[in-house]
């Protein structure tokens, strides 16, 4: 049996202050629990807690950062003072248990629907609405709401949305989270402006890879700016392949992207692996079969390499269809500084525990992701209980 160490045992600093003790981490995952106010449920704090282990490092779920931005139902918000309030007892609660935690903001952009946030068109880079409908998650998915044309932000409605995002940020670090990442990607707002075929604006925001960029960089330096920059996390999805998202030279635009990030200081990238969207060898989920990467992307690079050679001073985090195995090769690669993991981890309360026992893992409830009851929420038995034939 090798002697060699495991990787996601190691500690690792992740900022001059903060400092983990494994390289695990919590995906941000909606859960949608929340009230219809955008509160947390009541029992987030057991479920964030149960998640925690001493020098682990969480991400929450998306929180919207004004009513506008409100892209589903039951998910909460940072935006008004009941939801810093609500969520103060969650951080304490992971907080207690040794656990970092960051909140992740999110705007959806033209994934939004008039139903969900007060009436009004989604903004977004272009009027051009998103194809198809709006799923009804977590209620009966057959049936969506169609998406609609979008308000193409002026000059004024984006920097009132960093406005909102700095707000939000200041919001988080007042409700106990020790810092913030924005959620740049999946066809969400951000991720509008930066792919080519989705933004078609002619002004500063948009044509050049430095335009396109630029509504995101500007965020990033105004958080930083008031929060810290050093508590400031960015996601990216550089392969990602829905919500209308092909740009035509996705190399080209992250790395330009990601090059602007690192020269920040920030306190991490998050990037999503292409798996995640091509097919996984995930050897829990099993859901999919593999994709022949070269026919999708011909003639690219396609992993994180191209984004992780131009990060060099900066700490990544890889996501996505991640196992033990999967995840030791990134990090042994050093492909990824730290591995966060989702849907195991809803069944899998003591996932940590699990990974560095070598123990077998419960396997999800997909149907349970999205719902509101706690059925798949909480109740979930950690290794030991299992083993002792205990409820939670």
Known sequence: MSSKRDPLQNAFNLTPSISLKHRIVLAPMTRMRASDTGLPHPRTAEY?????????????????????GKGFLHTPGIFAEAQIEAWKP?????????????????????VAVPSQNGGFPPLSSTPKPLPGNHPNFGQDNSIGEPYVESQAMSLSDISDVTSQFVLAAQN????????????????????????????????????????????????????????????VGVRLAPWYRQKGTEDSDR??????????????????VHLIEPRYDLGERNSLAKESG?????????GLEVSLWPFRR?????????????????AREALDEGRVDLAAFGRP??????????????????????????????EGYLGWKTWEEEENGELK
């Open 172 to 231: 988080a670090v007042r409700a106990g989270f020790e810092g913030i990442e924005i959620h740049a990607a999946n066809g969400y707002l951000f991720d509008q402006f930066l792919h080519d075929n989705i933004n078609d604006r002619t002004d500063r925001y948009g044509g050049s890879i430095e335009n396109r960029t630029r509504f995101l960089l500007e965020t990033v330096d105004a958080i930083g700016k008031e929060i810290g920059c050093e508590k």
């Open 310 to 326: 131009v990060l060099k001073n900066t700490p990544v985090i890889g996501a996505g269809g991640y196992d033990a195995v999967i």
């Open 251 to 268: 190399i080209g635009t992250f790395s330009k992207m990601a090059g602007a990030l690192d020269r920040r200081g920030l306190a991490y």
């Open 345 to 374: 981890f809803t069944s899998n309360p003591d996932l940590v525990r699990r990974i560095f026992g070598g123990l077998p893992l419960t396997k999800y409830d997909r149907k349970t992701f999205y719902t509101q009851g706690m």
């Open 90 to 110: 969650v951080t304490a609660a992971v907080h207690k248990k040794g656990g970092i935690f960051f909140a992740q903001l999110c705007h959806p952009g033209r």
């Open 48 to 68: 964030y807690a149960s998640r925690a282990a001493p020098g682990g490092f969480l991400i929450s779920e998306a929180l919207e950062i004004h009513p506008r």
């Open 290 to 298: 593999p994709v022949d990467a070269g026919k999708v992307f011909k």
